[in-house]
């Protein structure tokens, strides 16, 4: 089965902080995704990664920056957080190549953050 | 595909009645097509999955869903449901990106027993 897990479930910061969300994935997929969940919204895709040190922005990059230097880990970077970050943040990876059905992602657990 | 529509954001039936969840997707070439579920408290899982082949496609827990591709549509379905079915369903097909995913706004499911 393939694991996809966060660092927190939830988190509480200040405006002005800067926040560090990570995300870990144990079946060696090469593509990995971060989400922001909101509701009547769905699912927005912020930033994703296809390999080691590549990132691509989503469709909504504005605010958060990216960091992928292990194969298996992608943190998603919220420079100076702002309440309207406050947010439920979603992790994802997909495999590439054979074995894989194309497009299919594995989604982790969840961050709640909130943003005083 | 590059957006992905939902036709309701909420629904609520009882136990036993039949579901149907709208899906239309732009076309964008590849029809890779998913159906993923949100039980309350847990993580994104999912349900089903569409690629080639018989556009009747089965997944976890009786549900089903059927592309109509002169329709874009992938409609979800199930004929009786549970209490236990009470979940957040979103849509998703391929997004602009590569490898990436379009996901509809979703629609809430109450199931009342």
């Known amino acids: 089965d393939v694991k996809v897990t966060q660092s927190s479930r939830y988190l509480v910061k200040r405006t002005g902080e800067k926040v560090f969300l990570e995300c870990v994935q144990d079946?060696?997929?090469?593509?990995m995704f971060w989400y922001r969940q909101d509701p009547g919204l769905g699912l927005r895709l912020i930033y994703f990664s296809y390999d080691v040190k590549m990132k691509e922005k989503g469709d909504i990059p504005e605010g958060y920056s990216v960091s992928r230097e292990k194969k298996e880990r992608f943190s998603l970077i919220l420079e100076s957080a702002s309440t309207n970050q406050t947010s439920m943040y979603l992790c994802?990876?997909?495999?590439?190549?054979?074995?894989?059905?194309?497009?299919?992602?594995?989604f982790g657990p969840g961050t709640r953050l909130t943003v005083t | 595909a590059q957006s992905v529509s939902q036709h309701n954001h909420h629904v609520i039936l009882s136990e036993a009645a039949s579901l149907e969840l709208g899906c239309n997707y732009s076309y964008g070439g590849t029809v890779n097509l998913f159906w993923y579920v949100q039980y309350p408290g847990q993580h994104l899982q999912l349900l089903l999955k569409?690629?080639?082949?018989?556009?009747l496609v089965k997944g976890i827990k009786g549900f089903e869903a059927e592309f109509i591709k002169s329709k874009f549509s992938f409609n979800l379905r199930k004929p009786s449901v549970q209490w236990s079915d009470t979940a957040e369903y979103f849509c998703a097909a391929p997004g602009s990106g590569y490898s990436t995913l379009t996901f509809g706004k979703g629609t809430m499911l109450l199931v009342s027993p």
């Open positions: 569409y690629f080639s082949g018989d556009p």
């Open positions: 079946m060696d997929h090469e593509n």
């Open positions: 994802a990876s997909s495999l590439i190549g054979e074995g894989s059905f194309p497009y299919e992602q594995y």
